[in-house]
């Protein structure tokens, strides 16, 4: 697939009236949208507006999406996002040709699609790869059609234009292959050690992360930079710790040290409870879950990270073990600290701001932004003569 071009001055590439009618959001919200995912890559207008037209474009890339061993925690983290829809986006952006657990259909005639969808498209599909792939016993753990996961992945991974690994399964094995690891289990970096792999670890993983990265390949063709784990570094580029709201209790020492303490009922440091965000790359102090917004993650909500993301410590290590600590140095700017009792007096600390600001920070806006601005079209609609 060559470099979409795109004429930015040429408003006839695209078809905004288009995108409102299929994605139910106004132009500016879109726009908008388009505008913070490529701030999130450190990319300009131009490449907002070649992003908005990949949207806007009625041409989609065909996606076979495979399912291993896995609980479908990525397939649910994906339905169950909200506004701007994720779900919808995502499915509005690609065609997805195979997909076992959205497929209407089932049985043989499910699977003859997907060979000539395979066929058609060689060269040319998105691969989704969903869960591990046992590899113990030639792969009779995971079965589908008659084909193992191995044999089904190997083959769609031949003629696949590029291939994703979504979720921790995908990634590096997951849950499934914690030890003994009975299944042999591994992700696909590993079983397709000859193939580039993008992987978007996460139990489950973040949509907004895997709306990015096929945002960027549906735009650009190919996919976007990605770290020695495969991981895209505009998600996953930064720990956890440096940019969590708890990281001044961690750098003043005020630490729970045991659930429904004094400590954690203060919203202390979760170190000493077993959290692993020191040692966790992942993006979900900035983007959340859930609507994006409301402080609803592992450790907004109480809980200390469990390394979720991270191979060789979710699934691991255990809980109760203290993380490895990569970075001892206080940042210079720290995020917010959210009173959860009474917002408004929420505590910006020392110089204030994320430190990682990077990427996760600004898709996450992007997403709040366009979810205001949906709130506001809704809004506008309602009492016409407020405008957006
Ligand atoms: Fe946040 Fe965990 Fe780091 Fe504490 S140890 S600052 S709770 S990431
Ligand atoms: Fe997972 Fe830790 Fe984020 S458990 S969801 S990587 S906070």
Redesign the pocket.
């Known amino acids: 697939m060559s470099v979409r071009e795109f004429d930015v001055a040429n408003e006839a590439d695209y078809d905004f009236a288009a995108v409102e009618r299929r994605l139910g959001v106004s132009r500016r919200t879109f726009l908008n949208f388009c505008t913070g995912i490529a701030a999130s890559f450190g990319l300009g207008t131009k490449s907002a507006m070649a992003m908005a037209a990949a949207i806007a474009n009625p041409a989609r890339p065909p996606v076979i999406w495979l399912h291993g061993q896995e609980c479908t925690g990525p397939t649910e983290s994906l339905l169950r996002s909200e506004q701007p829809s994720f779900e919808h986006l995502i499915l509005d952006l690609i065609s997805l040709d195979y997909h076992q657990t959205l497929d209407a259909g089932a049985g043989h005639r499910v699977e003859e699609v997907k060979h000539e969808a395979m066929k058609k498209h060689k060269g040319k599909y998105l691969l989704v790869i969903e869960g591990a792939i046992p590899l113990a016993q030639n792969g009779i753990f995971c079965k589908t059609g008659g084909q193992t996961m191995m044999e089904a992945t190997r083959e769609a991974a031949e003629g696949a234009a590029a291939i994703v690994a979504f979720g921790s399964c995908a990634s590096w094995g997951g849950v499934q292959s914690a030890a003994p690891n009975p299944t042999g289990a591994v992700g696909a970096p590993q079983f397709l050690t000859d193939k580039t792999v993008v992987t978007i670890p996460g139990c489950p993983p973040n949509p907004a992360n895997f709306l990015g990265t096929v945002l960027y390949f549906v735009t650009y063709g190919k996919l976007p930079p990605i770290d020695e784990k495969g991981r895209p570094k505009w998600a996953y580029g930064q720990l956890?710790?440096e940019n969590?709201y708890?990281?001044p209790h961690?750098d003043a020492g005020r630490f729970a040290t045991q659930f429904g303490d004094d400590g954690h009922r203060k919203g202390w440091?979760?170190?000493k409870l077993g959290?692993k965000?020191?040692e966790t790359y992942n993006n979900c102090p900035s983007l959340e879950f859930n609507n994006l917004g409301g402080g609803v993650w592992p450790?907004g909500v109480g809980h200390?990270?469990f390394g979720c993301s991270e191979q060789g410590t979710g699934f691991n290590k255990p809980m109760f073990s203290l993380a490895d600590v990569k970075t001892h140095t206080p940042p210079n700017v720290f995020p917010i600290i959210p009173d959860r009792q009474n917002p408004a007096s929420s505590t910006v600390v020392a110089s204030a701001a994320v430190a990682g600001v990077a990427v996760g920070v600004m898709i996450g806006a992007a997403a709040v932004a366009g979810k205001k601005l949906g709130d506001k079209d809704e809004q506008a609609k309602a009492e016409p003569g407020k405008g957006a």
Request: aromatic content about 14%.
């Open positions: 956890i710790h969590c708890r990281r961690f440091c979760l170190y959290c965000g020191p450790i200390p990270c």
